[in-house]
T-cell receptor, first 114, second 113 residues
Framework: AQSVTQLGSHVSVSEGALVLLRCNYSSSVPPYLFWYVQYPNQGLQLLLKYTTGATLVKGINGFEAEFKKSETSFHLTKPSAHMSDAAEYFCAVRTNSGYSTLTFGKGTMLLVSP | DTEVTQTPKHLVMGMTNKKSLKCEQHMGHRAMYWYKQKAKKPPELMFVYSYEKLSINESVPSRFSPECPNSSLLNLHLHALQPEDSALYLC????????????FGNGTRLTVT
């Protein structure tokens, strides 16, 4: 079975600082991994995805993530935080080969202070 | 703006009411999904429709009844709900293949009184 674990339910950074949100996966097959962001009172928006190929994946809003098989990790980073980045971030792994069903991590709330 | 539209945005219903949630997408996606999200929790899969047929039911109670009238529409009929069913209900769609990402609507915030 596939699963993801997000380390830290809350991460606080200052505006302009590096953002690092951690995600580790467990999968018996090559994983397909996703990061989604959820702003208050909204649905989830895809930030980026890893399926195959290049292990460094660039997404929207300046975010990127690196797939590291040796560490079973898919951490999300952004060089410089902006106030508008404050939101809930979910790491997810595809759970069914026939459909795009996802299993989500518990989420990490990113707080950005001025 | 999201390409998956959900109505209503908010819904308050009593335990004896019957109501429906609606979801619409015009991206030509052939798979549609219902997820349930409790406060400060991740979304949990409820149902998957593929090519208008119910493909996955994650052991959801029968008081939730999905319907897919056509490839663009997905409904969730609600009847005799419990207060613990209060949550954000998210609709999503995808092109239908396993690698295609989900596109989510903004959800319906449901409160059962």
């Amino acid at each position: 079975a596939q699963s993801v674990t997000q380390l830290g339910s809350h991460v606080s950074v200052s505006e302009g600082a590096l953002v690092l949100l951690r995600c580790n996966y467990s999968s018996s097959v090559p994983p397909y991994l996703f990061w989604y962001v959820q702003y208050p009172n909204q649905g989830l928006q895809l930030l980026l995805k890893y399926t195959t190929g290049a292990t460094l994946v660039k997404g929207i809003n300046g975010f990127e993530a690196e797939f590291k098989k040796s560490e079973t990790s898919f951490h999300l980073t952004k060089p410089s935080a902006h106030m508008s980045d404050a939101a809930e971030y979910f790491c997810a792994v595809r759970t069914n080969s026939g459909y795009s069903t996802l299993t989500f991590g518990k989420g990490t709330m990113l707080l950005v202070s001025p | 703006d999201t390409e998956v539209t959900q109505t209503p945005k908010h819904l308050v219903m009593g335990m004896t009411n019957k109501k429906s949630l609606k979801c619409e997408q015009h991206m030509g996606h052939r798979a549609m999904y219902w997820y349930k999200q409790k406060a400060k929790k991740p979304p949990e899969l409820m149902f998957v429709y593929s090519y208008e047929k119910l493909s996955i039911n994650e052991s959801v109670p029968s008081r939730f009844s999905p319907e897919c009238p056509n490839s663009s529409l997905l409904n969730l009929h609600l009847h005799a709900l419990q207060p613990e069913d209060s949550a954000l209900y998210l609709c999503a769609s995808s092109q239908g293949q396993g690698l295609s990402p989900l596109h989510f609507g903004n959800g319906t915030r449901l409160t059962v009184t």
